[in-house]
C-alpha cells in the first residue's frame, strides 16, 4: 500500500507539474500575442495619426480593444510627452484599419501629460507644418469618434494639474475640449473646432477661460497675472509653416474690463511674427491701435 501511494503521489505531483509547465507556456504565449498585437495597433494609430506611437500590450474582446502602455514621446521639438497606461476602444480593430462609415467609442484612463522644458523647437517654421500636417492627417481620416480621459494629469516643472478632455471626430471636423484643474479649483478651460479643407490647410476656431494666477509653469512669467482672462480666436495654418491668427481677449470679468484685438502672422520667409493690426480699450476714454 505504501509503495502504491508514493506512486500515486508522485504521479499527481508529476501532473501538476505538467500542468503549471502548460499554464506558464500559455500564458507566455498570451502574453506574446499581446505585444506582437500591440506592436501592430501602434504602427496603424501612427500611420493614422502621423505622429510616432508605441503600444506595450493589446487584448480583443469582441468588438473591444484594450491597449495598454500607450506612449507618445516628445520629437521634433515637441515639449509635449504623453504616456496612457490604458486605453479602451469601443468598436474593435476594423474601424481603425476600414475606418470609413465606421464609429468609434475612446476612453482613456491613467493619463499622464509632461510639458519638458528645453525642448522648444529651433526651428518655428518646421513646428508649424509639423502641426499642420499632424492635424490635416487626422482631419482626413474618414472615420468617427468619440474621445474621453479619466483621471489625466499635466505636469510643468514640477507643477501637477488635474486634465479633463473630451473630443468629437466627425467626418468633417474635430472638436476638443479640455480643463485643467488646480487644487481642485478651475485654472484653465478650452474648446477648439478644427476643420481642413481640399488644399490641406487647417483652421481652428478657440474659445477659452484662463485663470493665470492658477496656471503655475503654463503662465508666460513676463506677462500680469490677471484676476481672469477670456477670449476667442481663429488660427489658420497652411502648408509650409505658414499662419494666421485673430484673437479678442477680456481682461477681467467686469463690464469695464479691457478688452485687447490682435491680428498677426507667422513669415516663413523672414522666420517672424508679424503683428498686422492690435487695439486695445479700456472703458471709454483709452482706445490704442496699432500694428508691430
Request: proline share 4%; glycine share 10%; hydrophobic share 45%.
Amino acid at each position: 500500500m505504501k509503495s502504491r501511494a508514493r506512486r500515486i503521489v508522485q504521479i499527481v505531483a508529476v501532473a501538476a507539474l505538467l500542468g503549471a509547465v502548460i499554464a506558464g507556456a500559455g500564458g507566455w504565449y498570451l502574453l506574446g500575442e499581446e505585444r506582437r498585437t500591440g506592436r501592430i495597433v501602434a504602427g496603424v494609430l501612427s500611420g493614422r495619426l502621423g505622429v510616432p506611437i508605441t503600444v506595450e500590450r493589446a487584448v480583443t474582446r469582441g468588438t473591444s480593444l484594450r491597449l495598454s502602455g500607450v506612449r507618445v514621446p516628445a520629437v521634433s521639438g515637441s515639449p509635449v510627452e504623453i504616456v496612457i497606461g490604458q486605453l479602451d476602444i469601443e468598436g474593435g480593430v476594423l474601424p481603425l484599419i476600414v475606418p470609413a462609415g465606421r464609429r468609434l467609442t475612446i476612453v482613456a484612463a491613467s493619463t499622464s501629460v509632461t510639458v519638458r522644458d528645453g525642448v522648444e523647437s529651433k526651428d518655428p517654421t518646421a513646428a508649424i507644418e509639423a502641426l499642420r500636417s499632424a492635424a490635416a492627417t487626422l482631419l482626413r481620416w474618414p472615420g468617427a469618434f468619440s474621445l474621453r480621459v479619466d483621471g489625466g494629469q499635466l505636469t510643468r516643472v514640477g507643477h501637477t494639474f488635474a486634465l479633463e478632455l473630451a473630443g468629437e471626430k466627425t467626418t468633417s471636423s474635430l472638436t476638443l475640449t479640455l480643463a485643467l484643474l488646480d487644487a481642485g479649483a478651475r485654472a484653465l478651460r478650452l474648446t477648439t473646432q478644427s476643420t481642413g479643407s481640399a488644399d490641406d490647410v487647417v483652421a481652428t476656431r478657440i474659445d477659452f477661460a484662463a485663470d493665470p494666477s492658477r496656471l503655475t509653469g503654463l503662465w508666460p512669467a513676463s506677462l500680469p497675472k490677471s484676476t481672469m482672462l477670456t477670449g476667442s480666436g481663429e488660427v489658420r495654418l497652411a502648408r509650409g509653416g505658414s499662419m494666421t491668427a485673430s484673437a479678442r481677449l477680456t481682461a477681467g470679468d467686469t463690464t469695464t474690463a479691457p478688452v485687447i484685438e490682435l491680428t498677426s502672422h507667422w513669415d516663413p520667409a523672414k522666420v517672424e511674427l508679424v503683428v498686422t493690426r492690435y487695439a486695445f480699450d479700456s472703458g471709454r476714454d483709452v482706445h490704442l491701435e496699432g500694428a508691430a
